[in-house]
């Protein structure tokens, strides 16, 4: 059974600074992996997607990729109090179902 | 582009009752997928339709089942509820290719008393 893994947190940060979150996972032929953010009681909402090795900017965030070490990052600059919500692993199984991890809970402190 | 659409946003039933969930996903994709997350608890796979067939379904029991009719949309039933059935009842859609991202609707809160 392929798993994601993830720290539960809570992560807190100040505003402004970088919020590091990670993700590792089992299945080393995974090819594909997607952060999500969810506000509480709310859905999970697309924020970034990596398929390659190395890192992919999109504004203010920032996904890394291991394949090497089974290790997925998401790092978040300038995080904003707005940014306060649990963060969603992700990546496809071969019965073509999103296996998530637990998520890590931000807290951005202003 | 409207994103994926599900109703009712809340649904209250007692115990032994059914439940009809729906979801209309965005135009354009064929894969319909359904995730339970209960309070505090993470996604739980549900059922994955493609093209109208049931592909995948996830560690439930079968008084929970669905369909995906010809425009996609795509419908939840859970039959005899029971009180641990109340969570947030998630579908989500996608392109139907392998890597395609999921994307979710606002889900349907369902509360069983």
């Known amino acids: 059974q392929k798993e994601v893994e993830q720290n539960s947190g809570p992560l807190s940060v100040p505003e402004g600074a970088i919020a590091s979150l990670n993700c590792t996972y089992s299945?080393?032929?995974?090819?594909?992996f997607f952060w999500y953010r969810q506000y509480s009681g709310k859905s999970p909402e697309l924020i970034m997607f990596?398929?390659?090795?190395g890192d992919k900017e999109d504004g203010r965030f920032t996904a890394q990729l291991n394949k090497a070490s089974q290790y997925v990052s998401l790092l978040i600059r300038d995080s904003q109090p707005s940014d306060s919500a649990t963060y969603l692993c992700a990546s496809p199984d071969q019965g073509g179902k999103l296996i998530f991890g637990q998520g890590t809970e931000l807290s951005v402190k202003p | 582009e409207a994103g994926v659409t599900q109703s009712p946003t809340h649904l209250i039933k007692t115990r032994g009752q059914q439940a009809t969930l729906r979801c209309s996903p965005i135009s354009g994709h064929t894969s319909v997928y359904w995730y339970q997350q209960a309070l505090g608890l993470g996604l739980q796979f549900l059922l994955w339709?493609?093209?109208?067939?049931?592909?995948n379904r996830g560690n439930f029991p079968p008084r929970f089942s669905g369909r995906q009719f010809p425009n996609y949309s795509s419908e939840l039933n859970v039959n005899a509820l029971e009180l641990e059935d109340s969570a947030l009842y998630l579908c989500?859609?996608?392109?139907?290719?392998?890597?395609?991202?999921?994307?979710f609707g606002n889900g349907t809160r369902l509360t069983v008393t």
């Open positions: 299945d080393r032929g995974s090819q594909s």
């Open positions: 989500a859609s996608s392109q139907g290719q392998n890597n395609s991202p999921l994307h």
């Open positions: 339709y493609d093209e109208g067939e049931e592909r």
């Open positions: 990596i398929y390659s090795n």
